[in-house]
């Protein structure tokens, strides 16, 4: 009776043991997932007839107008554009979003870069929500041809105010006869300040 006991409280333990993830992709080795010459993706078409009254709420937080050519080639494949951040140098950051959440914060977005108005990749191999782990936060260009862009990471104990880690992405935008590439060079986590 004891033994079926302890093995009955075992599995029990064993059942509510969390699976073991994957490693998540700005925890691991440096991985290229932009490739040269590669297309914008196209957003998944989420608003339906009856969502254009959440949508109209969520107005202000999309940009108004396309007017460089990045912002339109990323519009074209139908995101919301969210922001749009340049070096001055010929690289431009365009952000998209497919959707928000109640209170019209971006969800399932992305980073698109470009370079001299040619599409180089995306800052994620996967789509972003802000409040969520691995959300781009802040982008930044230290030097000619180079990127950093800050992500905010959370444990499963911190509350969505405040990450507990940043991860700054560090990335060089290459020109490979003339079809340009964001490449992914380094990540480094600190603890959030």
């Known amino acids: 009776m004891q033994k079926a006991a302890v093995l009955l409280i075992a599995a029990a333990l064993g ?5 073991r993830q994957k490693t998540f992709w700005l925890d691991a080795a440096p991985k290229q997932w932009n490739r040269p010459g590669s297309a914008i993706p196209k957003a998944r078409r989420l608003f339906g007839k009856d969502d254009q009254t959440f949508l109209e709420q969520c107005r202000a937080s999309i940009l108004a107008n396309a ?37 019209c914060r971006p969800v399932d977005y992305q980073d698109f870069v470009f370079l001299e108005g040619k599409y180089a990749g995306t800052t994620s ?18 030097a000619p041809g180079k990127m950093s862009v800050e992500f905010v990471r959370y444990s499963e104990r911190d509350p969505l105010c405040c990450p507990s880690r940043i991860s700054e992405a560090s990335y060089e935008i290459e020109d ?12 480094r986590t600190r603890i959030a300040n």
């Open 176 to 187: 490979r006869e003339g079809k340009p590439v964001a490449i992914l060079s380094s990540v």
């Open 67 to 103: 007017n460089l050519r990045e912002q339109r080639a990323v519009a074209e494949k139908g995101w919301m554009l969210i922001a749009t951040t340049r070096d001055g140098r010929g690289v431009t950051v365009v952000s998209g979003t497919q959707d928000f959440d109640g209170m």
């Open 15 to 19: 059942a509510g043991a969390q699976p």
């Open 125 to 142: 191999p996967r789509l972003m929500s802000l409040r969520g782990d691995g959300a781009s936060s802040r982008i930044g260009f230290p």
